[in-house]
């Protein structure tokens, strides 16, 4: 192949795609590297896992895909292609794992966007809807979000105290990694009651970034690497922390906007209700440990947690202050 780096050419060698391939930048997380592939006529996104080289995890994602495609939902998802050697998972000799699937048409939404954020509440709501009837015949391979304390019982207050005192940057935002310690305190109480309420297998991950849109409508759903079996309500809980940043434009009408959309195909029992705030915070708080430990495995610098502890931070402030259970 031609107008290929070697490292992505490991990969893609091991495809029956015609030479001459052209090879673009990609959307990038910060989970795993993304590139445009065009082979022909044919479009397709590569996949590099940066954060583990867990084949179970990748094949689990394909497992969900496929149960997903077989209900057709009403949305684009992932169609992974499959190699010389007949699988969905390509590795590279040390280990690093690839996917290639088909190329989703569109464009990242936008928060800012009102449109956008009512058609992900809707989106949302339907990808609750398709998952329901999904029974793919692996087991999931991340726990539930209500089980965040005893995922996370390495970093306990001592462990994370320890952190934020070794370097100047983590310092400075120990008074707000102590304000999420003081409330993983709080949400372990209500996790009990939490994991009483109703269960399937979610996206877990379905945030803005990880849709694509035409016009004012989402038309594709990506990145299901996080799929597990966790409380329904989680999948709107998600995205409804996602909005709680100091930059985004209106929250309180945005969240107002997302439930909305969500509430368009699914029924709440009042239950569910009473915990969604609880809810949102947990995956505030998820995603703080998640960083830490990438940190503790040297995936990531200091600013990059002290940003996501600051955010998270501003989301639980703003849930505990501004919150109205009538919305949903």
């Not at 707000?176 to 877990?204: F, V, Y």
């Not at 239950?271 to 809810?279: M, T, V």
Request: proline content about 5%; hydrophobic content about 40%; charged content about 20%.
């Amino acid at each position: 192949m031609t107008n290929l780096s070697l490292d992505f050419a490991i990969f893609l060698n091991q495809y029956n795609l015609p030479n001459g391939c052209q090879i673009e930048n990609g959307e990038s997380g910060m989970n795993n590297t993304t590139r445009m592939i065009t082979a022909g006529e044919a479009r397709y996104v590569l996949r590099v896992y940066n954060n583990h080289k867990d084949r179970s995890i990748v094949e689990l994602e394909h497992k969900v895909l496929e149960a997903l495609q077989s209900v057709r939902p009403p949305f684009r998802i992932p169609i992974p292609v499959r190699n010389l050697s007949g699988s969905t998972v390509t590795s590279a000799p040390d280990g690093t794992l690839a996917a290639l699937a088909h190329y989703i048409e569109g464009e990242r939404p936008s928060s800012s966007h009102y449109p956008h954020v009512y058609a992900l509440g809707l989106t949302t709501g339907r990808m609750t809807a398709a998952l329901s009837q999904i029974s793919p015949d692996r087991a999931p391979l991340y726990e539930p979000y209500y089980l965040l304390d005893e995922s996370y019982a390495h970093l306990d207050e001592e462990a994370v105290l320890k952190l934020a005192d070794s370097t100047e940057a983590l310092a400075a935002s120990k008074p707000s990694l102590m304000l999420l310690q003081q409330q993983r305190s709080l949400l372990k109480q209500q996790c009990k009651a939490i994991s009483q309420l109703p269960k399937q297998w979610i996206h877990g991950d379905l945030v803005f970034n990880n849709t694509v849109a035409i016009g004012d409508h989402i038309v594709g759903v990506l990145d299901y690497e996080f799929c597990t079996v966790d409380v329904r309500l989680m999948e709107l809980a998600v995205i409804a922390a996602d909005l709680l940043k100091p930059e985004q434009p209106d929250i309180s009408k945005c969240l107002q906007l997302l439930i909305e959309g969500y509430k368009e195909t699914v029924e709440l029992s009042e239950e569910e209700r009473s915990q969604f705030a609880a809810l949102v915070k947990l995956r505030l708080l998820d995603v703080v440990y998640h960083f830490i430990n990438r940190i503790n495995e040297g995936l990531d610098s200091d600013n990059v947690l002290c940003g996501i502890i600051e955010s998270s931070a501003f989301g639980i402030r703003w849930m505990n202050e501004h919150w109205e259970d009538g919305w949903l």
